[in-house]
């Protein structure tokens, strides 16, 4: 028999909360509380062709919108992978949420993949304590974090437009923006170009946002040209990164939501330097290379 409009049980019954339904792809609408905001182009062409391959192995999570749609949940990758795939129904799993149910379960999702850079995750919890009522407690106890983690996130909001876009590029680290948040915003655009330029530890960083803090000049150590490292040329001076390796700086930089750098010793050696602040970021970046190799 021909394939229904709309949807199609997968199991005898009335579809009701937990129902399992291949819905028409065209049925399917944007989930409003979404908080990421991109896809990585080169992973999304991944899933795409997997999807092609395989179909979605994976319910998505959908609740009722009313007449024939219905709202994604969680699994809008797969939703978008499966129309470039050409699949015209995917699986999908029926859940009765309120919008709050929707949200935090969105959250949920996005977190537990390390989707979403620390800019995004801030907006999403900002967005979230306004809408519902929420307080930071309540929102750290949901997600099971600390109240210390979701307040340090929430206060890069308060960073100037430019180092929040430096922060979401990857140039700088989230370790970076909690010292540069503590600075009026002249401040901050002047050491975070520093950060960029000058290679600054999150350690290096926090001492001069200290010391600007205190009415001291900044003083950021320069290499001395005479001498010759490991991570330097012969001149004292790096090679210039080509074209090709400032785009695979930027997508590192995007794959692995951190600050990656390329750097060269001569024109045929160099290191790939990934820094991190603190344990946590540590392992997400590891997280995120498994995930990779996978």
Request: glycine share 6%; hydrophobic share 35%.
């Amino acid at each position: 028999t021909d394939p229904p409009s709309v949807a199609e049980p997968i199991a005898d019954g009335p579809a009701g909360d937990g129902e399992l339904l291949e819905i028409s792809v065209e049925s399917l609408i944007r989930n409003p509380y979404q908080p990421r905001k991109g896809f990585d182009a080169e992973a999304m062409q991944e899933l795409v062709d997997s999807i092609a391959q395989h179909g979605v192995l994976s319910p998505l999570l959908v609740r009722p919108d009313g007449g024939s749609r219905y709202q994604l949940i969680a699994g809008e990758r797969r939703w978008k992978a499966a129309r470039e795939a050409g699949l015209e129904f995917v699986p999908c799993q029926v859940r009765i949420y309120t919008d709050q149910q929707v949200y935090e379960t969105a959250m949920e999702e996005n977190l537990k993949r390390e989707d979403l850079n620390p800019l995004e995750q801030a907006q999403a919890f900002r967005r979230y304590l306004e809408e519902f009522g929420s307080t930071i407690d309540q929102l750290a106890s949901r997600l099971s974090m600390s109240r210390s983690a979701v307040s340090n996130l929430l206060r890069l909001l308060d960073l100037s437009d430019p180092v929040q876009q430096a922060l979401c590029a990857g140039k700088i680290t989230a370790g970076h923006a909690r010292a540069l948040v503590t600075l009026v915003e002249a401040d901050q655009l002047h050491l975070c170009k520093q950060i960029v330029d000058g290679g600054l530890t999150v350690r290096a960083t926090e001492a001069a946002a200290k010391a600007i803090r205190d009415g001291q000049p900044s003083v950021v150590p320069v290499p001395d040209p005479d001498v010759t490292t490991e991570e330097t040329s012969p001149t004292g001076r790096p090679p210039e990164l080509s074209n090709h390796l400032v785009e695979l700086q930027d997508h590192l930089r995007r794959q692995y939501g951190t600050r990656v750098e390329i750097r060269l010793s001569s024109a045929q050696s160099g290191q790939i330097v990934i820094p991190f602040s603190d344990g946590d970021e540590f392992q997400r970046v590891v997280r995120a290379m498994e995930r990779r190799a996978a």
